[in-house]
């Protein structure tokens, strides 16, 4: 796939690949490239399948640990076997649809959340030659699939027929809308700077070494930080997780959009949850953590889809550990946090990459000169915005009734 | 700054997932089945009969079947049937027994009244707490061999006040003891004389397990 490959092809690097020409090679050209394409669908599935199931016990696990508790523990050794007992519970109940609802739109929208979900997966460099469809503006594929599960969200609010549903549904829209501009700001530098809209490319672009040991990731830039930041705050946001779950706060509107929903369609909605969780963080290594890039030259004997997996597993545990952590923002807080903070901050951030671009061949200490413009660009708009949407509310004070 | 009170947070959490896993004062759950937390000596949960002697039980209840208890009980929960009979108590006095002695535990409000009224430390209350069963109605309404339980279970659940029933008991029955021989010196004394005061048996009620010898 990525031709100019500098580090030498080691046989684990090339395992996979060798693996799929050996089952596939003898077929015919056609052929070929169908079985191919189908190998890629199946192994997307299982992996990701199988790490959703996992996630759902790490993340119980550790939620469970940080509240002082055990976690599952009763199923099997430690409650490894917890994903298959939930997975046979739910399966096992009752698929109710209310009399009212529209059941051709209640069935379609987890159908339509989670395939969108699944197809953002195709384009993510997983490893130097994994990548399932290799396409020229992948990105801004993989950005209007994941908008689609906006609609299904909806669909599966409105369909439902129940106030609470359609309330979350149209919560729902306003955050996942709102929330929609910073997450493609904070990547338009990403592509400004790599000057490509492929995700191989963008990888590609990260792949160099500065003075010969510090990855040249965009996260290690004053803009790429920034960026990072806002685009994780926004894909919290996307992916509904704590604290950003408003759609479905349980507190205030029941289950919200899924309500209505029960057995294998909730299981649905959730299976979609993590894998669109999942498939932003795997976009945000490819953006902005160097994608299956090792992080010192001396450590790339290890295969880059090893790689790919740590990060993507670092970022899934970080979504936990802030879930662990924050309470449930109210709507209007989250609106907007989105339209006073992140996109203005998101917009200056596009001012700081032009100018990291713009001063790259300034000569020696003029360097240091750009990298303190840089900063000073990205904390002062982050501390006077900061200053600005918390003034008059924090530090809260109490006072006894008189 | 915006951002400080976050980071603040995810240390706090961070700290208590790691600490979780070296630090028994940040991983204070105790999984109940296997393990029980200590239950503190006051808790009380269903009253149950002292007897004496663990290996006769229905011989050695304290209980003489006054049934103040029963008249008393707040929610009527005790039903107790007095004996026709006499035995001898774990002194080996002659007393009247339960022969019936029930409590409907399904009724029963744990207000411990029952046990401030016994005059014989015969009632007390108890730990226990896990008694679901798959019957509401007979296995709820725990009889006399149900409910007795020896006087040194009492010690395990309840160590101070049962050290200080038995040391009160233990006075009570000197002081009746010497009362006896003092009565029999002056019975002695005054052998020539018609029988005056020798009602000895019956007993009032605020006094405890009558002399023996």
Request: glycine share 6%; hydrophobic share 50%.
């Amino acid at each position: 796939m990525n031709g100019a490959a500098p580090i030498p092809d080691r046989l684990l690097e090339r395992a996979p690949q060798m693996l799929r020409d050996a089952l596939t090679g003898f077929l015919p050209e056609p052929w070929r490239w169908l079985v191919n394409a189908v190998i890629a669908m199946v192994l997307i599935l299982a992996v990701f399948g199988l790490l959703f199931a996992a996630l759902t016990l790490a993340e119980r696990k550790i939620l469970g640990r940080v509240q002082n508790r055990p976690g599952p523990n009763r199923t099997g050794p430690f409650g490894l076997l917890q994903p298959i007992a939930d997975g046979i519970k739910t399966l096992t109940k009752e698929d109710i649809v209310p009399r009212d609802a529209d059941h051709l739109l209640h069935f379609l929208a987890p159908v339509i959340l989670l395939a969108s979900a699944i197809l953002a997966f195709a384009v993510i460099p997983y490893g130097r030659r994994l990548v399932a469809v290799d396409m020229d503006a992948s990105i801004l594929y993989f950005f209007a699939v994941g908008a689609t599960t906006e609609l299904a969200i909806f669909m599966a609010g409105w369909s439902s027929h129940n106030k609470y549903s359609l309330l979350a549904a149209m919560r729902a829209l306003a955050q996942l809308i709102s929330y929609e501009l910073p997450l493609l700001l904070s990547w338009l530098p990403v592509v400004m700077l790599s000057g490509t809209l492929s995700a191989t490319g963008v990888v590609a672009a990260q792949g160099s070494w500065k003075a010969g040991w510090f990855p040249a990731w965009n996260v290690f830039t004053p803009w790429g930080f920034a960026g990072f930041v806002i685009f994780m705050v926004a894909a919290l946001a996307e992916s509904n997780r704590s604290p950003f779950d408003l759609p479905e706060a349980e507190s205030e509107l029941i289950a919200g959009h899924l309500t209505e929903y029960s057995g294998c369609k909730y299981v649905l909605f959730f299976m979609a949850e993590y894998f669109g969780m999942t498939a932003l963080s795997g976009m945000a290594v490819t953006l902005f953590l160097g994608g299956w890039q090792a992080p010192l030259p001396s450590l790339e004997f290890i295969p880059s889809y090893v790689w790919f997996a740590v990060k993507l597993i670092a970022l899934l545990l970080g979504f936990i550990w802030i879930r662990a952590t924050f309470p449930r923002l109210r709507i209007d807080q989250l609106t907007r946090f989105a339209w006073k903070f992140l996109v203005p901050l998101a917009l200056v951030n596009l001012g700081t990459a032009a100018f990291w671009s713009l001063s790259a061949a300034w000569p020696g200490p003029l360097q240091l000169v750009r990298l303190a413009v840089a900063v000073l660009l990205v904390a002062g708009p982050f501390v006077l915005l900061g200053r600005r949407l918390s003034a008059g509310l924090a530090p809260r004070t109490y006072a006894y009734a008189p | 700054m915006l951002g400080t009170g976050l980071l603040k947070g995810l240390a706090v959490t961070a700290r208590n997932l790691v600490g979780s896993f070296h630090d028994d004062a940040r991983y204070t759950t105790v999984e109940y089945p296997e393990v029980k937390a200590a239950l503190p000596e006051a808790f009380r949960n269903f009253p149950f009969l002292v007897s004496e002697n663990a290996d006769d039980p229905m011989g050695t209840l304290r209980c003489v079947a006054c049934q103040i208890c029963e008249k008393e009980c707040p929610p009527q929960c005790i039903y107790i049937e007095k004996s026709k009979d006499k035995k001898p108590d774990a002194n080996g006095k002659l007393q009247i027994y339960p022969a019936v002695f029930a409590i409907d535990t399904s009724v029963c409000m744990n207000c411990q009244i029952c046990v401030e009224v016994c005059p014989f430390d015969a009632i007390k209350m108890d730990h226990v707490f896990e008694i679901a069963t798959g019957d509401r109605f007979l296995e709820l309404l725990l009889n006399r061999e149900q409910l007795a339980k020896p006087n040194s279970y009492f010690h395990s659940i309840r160590p101070n006040e049962a050290a200080e029933v038995d040391a009160r008991l233990a006075a009570d029955r000197k002081a009746a003891e010497e009362k006896a021989k003092a009565a029999a010196l002056a019975k002695a004394a005054a052998k020539p004389a018609p029988p005056a005061g020798a009602p000895g048996a019956p007993k009032p009620p605020g006094e405890p397990k009558p002399p023996t010898a």
